[in-house]
Structure formats: structure tokens, C-alpha cells
């Protein structure tokens, strides 16, 4: 059973436009929701997390969560190169200690 | 320097070998993790600590044995590993195991088995 799942791209974005990053999940009783940024060869970042329904903004970035759909969504507006990463959608499962990670999706800023 | 360090940052053993991997975080968050990145799959749970007690162990093979003396410290001791155990092994630790919580990674360490 896949309990997070995220399209692993790539997607490819111009710079300067909006990055749109999706990531559906399988347990209703999940409750923090969590996206992390991940540079080759590195170590995941955090970079937003959620824990109620609507939207979240911090800076460049937005995550937006359904848990009706169980959808969670991160957008990052004015694109730029350094934004090119893997991102990795996380789930704290209500049944499980730990979070559970989707496969990540590899985003490209095109200059 | 990371809030989370681990040591060695790569790693190359034979399969008779018997090494470890070290993990200290600076935190003082009350829980620790070890995952195990792998490519083209998702970062997988291995371990979890909850103020020094393991609370999940997701069926990992028994050639990864973890330790765990303090909330700071955490060790993934390894022995007669196979080829297919090399992978980025990830460390991350957590103020605990609340819902709310954030969890924080170590830089990994690239383990290659040959």
C-alpha cells in the first residue's frame, strides 16, 4: 500500500513562474504533513510544514492542505535555479512513530 | 555546524566487515531516527528512539543493530552486510514523537558494501 505518493517528475518550470508540487496520502487519521527540500548528494531540508486545513505562506513558499482530498500542495512563486531539488512530501501516520516519505518529486527551474 | 552530525560522511566495507555509524544531535530533542535512502525509492524508516527506548524497528534485518545511550547519541552497528545494503543512511532526530513534531536530518552517510 503506498501511503504517500508524489509524481517523481521531472518538472520543469521557467524561471520566475509558479512551481506547483502535489502529494496525496493514503491514512485519514494523518495529522502533520511536512515538505522538505533535498540538493544531490545532500541531506533533507525542511521547508514547510502543516498541520490544518487551507493554506501557509512563508516567503517564496505555500503549502496547502486538504484532508478532505487528502491532498497536499507546495508552491513556490518567482522560481529561481537554486530552487532545482528534490522534494520530498512527509507524513506523520497516525499508527506509526516516525514520518513516512513519498519517493520525492524532482523539480528544474529552467533559467 | 548542523544541529545533527554524523560521522563517518562515507563509507566503503567488505562484507565481512563490522563497522559503525555515529549520530549526535544538538538539539535536545528527545527522539532519534535512522533511515535508509536508496535509489529510486523512498526514504525508509528503519529505527525510531523515544528518550532512549526504541519504539519501532520497521523489519529491518538483524545485520543493522542499533544503540542508543543517551537522547544525544545514536549508533547503527553494522555487520556481514550484503551489496544491496549500500545506500545513504540518514539520521534525524525530533523534540519527540508528538504529532506537531519537525524532525531535522544529519548530513547521511554513503555506505557502499562491496
Known amino acids: 500500500q503506498k501511503e504517500v505518493e508524489q509524481n517523481s517528475g521531472p518538472l520543469s518550470v521557467p524561471e520566475g513562474a509558479i512551481a506547483s508540487l502535489n502529494c496525496t496520502y493514503s491514512?485519514?487519521?494523518?495529522?502533520?504533513f511536512f515538505w522538505y527540500r533535498q540538493y544531490s548528494g545532500k541531506s533533507p531540508e525542511l521547508i514547510m510544514s502543516i498541520y490544518s486545513n487551507g493554506d501557509k505562506e512563508d516567503g517564496r513558499f505555500t503549502a496547502q492542505l486538504n484532508k478532505a482530498s487528502q491532498y497536499v500542495s507546495l508552491l513556490i512563486r518567482d522560481s529561481q535555479p537554486s530552487d532545482s531539488a528534490t522534494y520530498l512530501c512527509a507524513v506523520n501516520i497516525e499508527w506509526a512513530d516516525g514520518l513516512t516519505f513519498g519517493k520525492g518529486t524532482h523539480l528544474i527551474i529552467q533559467p | 555546524e548542523t544541529g545533527v552530525t554524523q560521522t563517518p560522511r562515507h563509507l566503503v566495507m567488505g562484507m565481512t566487515n563490522k563497522k559503525s555509524l555515529k549520530c549526535e544531535q544538538h538539539l535536545g530533542h528527545n527522539a532519534m531516527y535512522w533511515y535508509k535512502q536508496s535509489a529510486k525509492k523512498p526514504l525508509e524508516l528503519m529505527f525510531v528512539y523515544n528518550f532512549k527506548e526504541q519504539t519501532e524497528n520497521n523489519s529491518v534485518p538483524s545485520r543493522f543493530s542499533p544503540e542508543c545511550p543517551n537522547s544525544s547519541h545514536l549508533f547503527l552497528h553494522l555487520h556481514t552486510l550484503q551489496p544491496e545494503d549500500s545506500a545513504l543512511y540518514l539520521c534525524?532526530?525530533?523534540?519527540?514523537?508528538?504529532?506537531?513534531?519537525?524532525?531535522?536530518f544529519g548530513q547521511g552517510t554513503r555506505l557502499t558494501v562491496v
Open positions: 534525524a532526530s525530533s523534540q519527540g514523537l508528538t504529532l506537531n513534531t519537525e524532525a531535522f
Open positions: 491514512d485519514r487519521g494523518s495529522q502533520s
